[in-house]
């Protein structure tokens, strides 16, 4: 029996676990009823268009994409690019980062490269990002500061070319793709991705940077696809210069 109906059958559990300071008189559970109606909806609407859908999902995950993207609400990875559950595997966080020592991003790395294998990892930033205005805009805020410390360093890598942009709005969509190309890199290096290079997997690493402005993707063509890093370089100079230290 879920806890749900346990609450319903015996609000004492939840009155004396201490797990509410107040609650309401359905003990949460009629609480969001909007969004249940609104997942029945969508259920209905899946069914009709293909009764088969949730058993075949059920059966299988084959994924071939894993995205990598910014907790942002307004940067829904499936519906920008247009896949339906199950052929896309994500990971999202503040500020699309992939820090070599979180344990959260690399289990999803680990998992979606060695059991999944997918073909395509796209890391996904977008314009307009409040993660990395707040990582360079000098106020504090706490934990989230220290998340946000890998793109101060990319600011700081970059503050040459970064200063000598005189709007600060299109400095800072110059430090998301910045930070963009720097999360590939940790990508591509890290030993999962390496060690299936080296097994001949077929995997791509790819930066992308998303318009909230406009619904459109960008690729930063800084893809990178094979061990020793070989890729296509980036048109912009910017973009170059941080590609080459990859080298
Ligand atoms: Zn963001």
């Given at each position: 029996m879920s806890l749900c109906c346990r609450l319903r059958r015996d609000p004492k559990i939840l009155l004396s676990s201490g797990l509410v300071a107040h609650h309401s008189s359905h003990y949460g559970c009629a609480m969001l009823d909007h969004l249940k109606a609104n997942n029945r909806a969508w259920v209905e609407r899946m069914v009709s268009a293909d009764p088969d859908f949730f058993r075949r999902l059920e059966g299988q995950q084959t994924p071939e994409y894993l995205w990598i993207g910014c907790s942002d609400s307004r940067v829904p990875a499936n519906e920008i690019v247009g896949l339906d559950p199950g052929e896309l595997f994500v990971h999202r966080n503040v500020a699309n980062l992939a820090p070599p020592q979180d344990a959260n991003y690399l289990s999803v790395l680990q998992f979606a490269v060695e059991?999944?294998?997918?073909?395509?990892?796209?890391?996904?930033?977008?314009?307009?990002?409040s993660g990395v205005s707040a990582a360079v805009d000098g106020k504090r805020r706490g934990l989230v500061d220290h998340w946000l410390h890998p793109i101060r360093e990319v600011y700081h890598e970059h503050h040459d070319s970064l200063d000598a942009i005189p709007d600060w709005s299109a400095r800072l969509d110059s430090?998301?793709?910045?930070?963009?190309?720097?999360?590939?890199?940790?990508?591509?290096?890290?030993?999962?991705?390496?060690?299936?290079?080296?097994?001949?997997q077929d995997l791509r690493v790819h930066g992308w940077v998303y318009s909230l402005a406009n619904g459109l993707v960008t690729d930063l063509d800084v893809t990178i696809e094979r061990l020793g890093y070989q890729r296509k370089l980036a048109p912009d100079p910017q973009v170059k210069t941080e590609v080459n230290r990859l080298d």
């Open positions: 059991v999944l294998k997918v073909k395509h990892i796209m890391v996904v930033g977008h314009y307009g990002c430090l998301c793709e910045l930070n963009v190309i720097r999360q590939v890199r940790n990508v591509a290096s890290d030993v999962f991705v390496q060690e299936a290079w080296a097994r001949g």
